[in-house]
């Protein structure tokens, strides 16, 4: 039990600032590793992103999730531009990039990372 306002009250409070800030760097991948990620998802080829230019406005808005929310957040992204796909024939289907921001957008607010 701890006094409040007392020494070790603030240190278990710095304590936990600095763990939970070490752990957001140590599982906050950067704008190379999104990249990498991303590349390994689609390794096979068979999609692509509908609009080139807006890649980079993605891997901003995935900054501060960790691995795991990205790549489920774009396998969603593939399974729902699949889906709303009108010609099924596409020899290389298109990911909806706006479905895709979407999802990191409200990965994030799930999250509650800004």
Do not use: C
Not at 15 to 40: A, F, K
Not at 44 to 70: C, N, P, W
Not at 85 to 96: A, F, Q, S, V, Y
């Amino acid at each position: 039990m701890q006094k409040v306002g007392s020494p070790s009250h603030y240190q278990n409070l710095q304590d936990r600032e600095t763990d939970e800030l070490i752990l957001v760097n140590l599982t906050s991948p950067y704008q190379q590793q999104i990249q990498e990620l991303i590349q390994l998802v689609l390794k096979e080829g068979k999609f692509t992103f509908d609009r080139k230019v807006s890649m980079e406005k993605l891997i901003e808005h995935a900054q501060g999730l960790s691995y795991y929310s990205i790549q489920k957040t774009l396998i969603n992204a593939v399974k729902r531009s699949l889906f709303a796909m009108k010609d099924t024939r596409t020899l290389k289907p298109k990911i909806n990039t706006q479905i895709w921001q979407d999802l990191l957008i409200q990965e994030k607010e799930a999250l509650a990372i800004k």
